[in-house]
């Protein structure tokens, strides 16, 4: 039997509120397994549903390599075919944040199963955790795949000389990204339907502000704007920087060591609102009894 | 139901038996209102959840954005002076928003049904023609991509500089490459449904990943040229790629070819710099009638496999 485990066994009790009061133990136990149990699903669906290999890592592929061949068209230096390539990688990352966090809430509302969240003896965060590890490991399989077949393919050359910064700008865009994810799974779930609409508007416009497919400096006040509110934009561009370092980078972003903080920053600031919305959400439901009111 | 306020084609007849004539329903009027009340169920599910002024931002940022990227491409290159170029890539850009829409319209009524409203059994076990009312369904999502080309292309004449004389378009050509091209979306987006029958919930994200992947292969933002021989032959298959360059020789009379050009696959095989007009039409009818047969058998195998393995009531998760 594991020491987690052992947090769960039975023990008799004198009176339910002896019962229900949990050491910290029990409370961290519960919330691993929550995030454990959430994350498994994602996982074994990636093995149970064959499919996926085929649309959500070749097709994909396929349409970032269409914006190589537009900077091809246009006889683009090299290291822009590289931009692309690291930008399709990380769509992997922001993709699963929309359809797979952002909406996830409102999505198991909507399936009957978040009345159940809330009367789990867990932190609701634990489920969010959870969401986030699973969609992680799909996405790291899908990013992975484009940069290495694109790299291979393309020709791209990635000229690093920070690796511990560039692994760590990485992590960093990844929490802060997640993070997002978890304040718009809550504010989506207040906003019900027009979420499944708004989804919409997270996906190309963002791409443009982030700078997918170029230098976000290129986009002026708007570009500056990007970095300061949008992970996806810092991260990338950071990492850009990393990337091709021997690259005639454009000028106007922060340096990486300065965008890593930003990330940091974004990352605390996330997770506090998230927290603080989802209690706050979690107050509203059970005060109002919308946990299962349905397709709203 | 002695009683109850029975409409009249509901009633039983007035002589108390069963009549057999029923069952056969109503025919073409049948599929026209079964057809009509999809249309409109798909726009109130599509339009109904905000105010116009934000249906028309969300229904707009999306192609326009697209564009964006692209023009800002070309900018950070320096190609962006050449405004032949950029009328390319804007057009194709604008004309995909109009793929993507109706490519997803089909695929997420079936997803929308099943996994979300669970009324997918209940809609097929109506006397509707379950393909009639996802054609139905479709529209709404169709017509919203429409609008966001049109919104895009407009944006490109009026604040990105592309040249466009609305006295030299080629109105006949413009209007049957529309009707086909849209057929031809359609066929694809049977088959996209087709497929989403039979997998799970999360292929919310299939439209997009098969129309990004027919991106790459249909000259919509660079020239086919640039692609390796196989590629390029590929897209010549498409009925995608034969309307894309039908609509910009429509509007664009004389403006760079995505299909020919110099060192292109079609020129080596045809032995001229870009197709007719005439040939545009004719590839397009052609690659539209292939893809519209196949859509069809794609179909109806899914139909059959879903009721044979249960999938039209089944509800998944991850």
Same mark, same amino acid.
């Given at each position: 039997?594991?020491?987690?485990?052992?947090?769960?066994?039975?023990? #008799?009790? +004198?009176?339910?509120?002896?019962?229900? +009061?949990?050491?910290?133990?029990?409370?961290?136990?519960?919330?691993?397994? +929550?995030?454990?149990?959430? !994350?498994? #699903?994602?996982?074994?669906?990636?093995?149970?549903?064959?499919?996926?290999?085929?649309?959500?890592?070749?097709?994909?592929?396929? !349409?970032?390599?269409?914006?190589?061949f537009v900077y091809r068209a246009i006889q683009a230096p090299p290291e822009y075919i590289g931009f692309v390539v690291l930008g399709g990688a990380m769509t992997a990352f922001w993709l699963n944040v929309i359809w797979m966090m952002a909406q996830q809430l409102w999505w198991e509302k909507s399936q009957g199963n978040l009345e159940l969240y809330f009367a789990a003896p867990m932190n609701i965060m634990s489920v969010l955790l959870g969401m986030a590890v699973g969609g992680f490991v799909m996405s790291s399989t899908r990013a992975a795949a484009v940069l290495v077949i694109a790299t291979t393919l393309f020709g791209v050359t990635f000229e690093v000389e920070q690796w511990a910064l560039l692994l760590v700008v990485f992590f960093l865009t990844l929490a802060a990204l997640y993070g997002l994810g978890m304040v718009l799974a809550s504010l989506f779930l207040m906003w019900g339907r027009e979420a499944w609409h708004l989804t919409q508007l997270l996906m190309e416009p963002v791409y443009f502000v982030s700078g997918l497919n170029f230098p976000v400096g290129r986009l002026g006040i708007v570009g500056s704007l990007a970095i300061s509110l949008l992970p996806l934009a810092v991260g990338l561009d950071a990492m850009r920087q990393l990337a091709f370092a021997d690259?005639?980078? #454009?000028?106007?972003? #922060?340096?990486?060591?300065?965008? +890593?903080?930003?990330?940091?920053?974004?990352?605390?600031?996330?997770?506090?609102?998230?927290?603080?919305?989802?209690?706050?959400?979690?107050?509203?439901?059970?005060?109002?009894?919308?946990?299962?009111?349905r397709w709203q | 139901m002695s009683g109850m306020d029975v409409a009249d084609g509901l009633r039983?007849?007035?002589?108390?038996? %069963?009549?057999?004539?029923?069952?056969? $329903? $109503?025919?073409?009027?049948?599929?026209?209102?079964? %057809?009509?009340? /999809?249309?409109? &169920?798909?726009?109130?599910?599509?339009?109904?959840?905000?105010?116009?002024?934000?249906? %028309?931002?969300?229904?707009?940022?999306?192609?326009?954005?697209?564009? *964006?990227? @692209?023009?800002?491409?070309?900018?950070?290159?320096?190609?962006?002076? =050449?405004?032949?170029?950029?009328?390319f890539v804007i057009v194709g850009s604008a004309l995909w928003s109009f793929v993507i829409s109706g490519i997803a319209g089909?695929?997420?009524?079936?997803?929308?049904?099943?996994? =979300?409203?669970?009324?997918?059994?209940?809609?097929?076990?109506?006397?509707?023609? %379950? @393909?009639?009312? @996802? &054609?139905?369904?479709?529209?709404?999502?169709?017509?919203?991509?429409?609008?966001?080309?049109?919104?895009? *292309?407009a944006v490109g004449v009026v604040a990105l500089g592309v040249p466009f004389d609305p006295g030299r378009i080629d109105w006949p050509l413009l209007v049957v490459v529309m009707a086909l091209g849209l057929a031809a979306i359609v066929a694809i987006a049977i088959m996209l449904a087709a497929i989403c029958l039979q997998t799970r919930q999360e292929s919310w994200s299939y439209p997009e990943a098969v129309s990004g992947a027919l991106f790459l292969v249909s000259g919509a933002v660079f020239p086919l040229a640039v692609l390796p021989t196989p590629l390029q032959a590929v897209g010549l298959l498409t009925p995608l790629s034969w309307w894309v360059e039908g609509v910009r020789h429509a509007l664009f009379p004389g403006a760079l070819t995505a299909l020919g050009g110099p060192g292109s696959f079609f020129e080596s095989v045809?032995?001229?710099?870009?197709?007719?007009?005439?040939?545009?039409?004719?590839?397009?009818?052609?690659?539209?009638?292939? /893809?519209?047969?196949?859509?069809?058998?794609?179909?109806?195998?899914?139909?059959?496999?879903?009721?044979? =393995?249960?999938?039209?009531?089944?509800?998944?998760?991850?």
């Open positions: 039997m594991t020491s987690e485990s052992a947090a769960f066994n039975f023990r #008799p009790t +004198a009176t339910p509120q002896e019962a229900a +009061a949990w050491s910290r133990r029990q409370v961290l136990a519960t919330d691993i397994r +929550a995030v454990r149990g959430r !994350a498994y #699903p994602r996982v074994t669906g990636m093995f149970r549903e064959k499919s996926w290999v085929f649309f959500e890592i070749l097709l994909p592929f396929l !349409a970032t390599s269409a914006f190589v690259a005639a980078y #454009p000028l106007g972003t #922060p340096s990486p060591d300065v965008e +890593a903080v930003i990330l940091l920053g974004m990352t605390v600031v996330f997770l506090l609102i998230a927290r603080l919305t989802l209690r706050i959400l979690e107050r509203l439901a059970r005060k109002e009894g919308r946990l299962s009111i | 039983a007849p007035a002589w108390g038996g %069963f009549d057999r004539s029923r069952t056969t $329903g $109503g025919g073409a009027r049948d599929l026209i209102r079964s %057809f009509w009340v /999809a249309t409109r &169920l798909g726009w109130q599910m599509e339009a109904n959840w905000t105010d116009p002024v934000l249906f %028309f931002i969300y229904s707009v940022a999306k192609p326009v954005s697209s564009a *964006l990227i @692209l023009v800002l491409m070309l900018e950070v290159i320096g190609a962006g002076g =050449r405004p032949d170029y950029r009328a089909l695929a997420w009524s079936i997803l929308d049904d099943r996994e =979300r409203y669970r009324m997918l059994r209940y809609v097929y076990v109506s006397p509707s023609d %379950f @393909l009639v009312v @996802l &054609l139905g369904r479709g529209v709404a999502r169709t017509a919203v991509g429409a609008m966001g080309a049109l919104i895009t *292309l045809s032995g001229r710099a870009g197709p007719s007009g005439i040939e545009i039409v004719v590839a397009l009818l052609a690659t539209g009638t292939v /893809a519209t047969l196949a859509s069809v058998a794609v179909f109806r195998v899914s139909d059959r496999r879903a009721k044979d =393995r249960g999938l039209l009531d089944q509800t998944t998760g991850s």
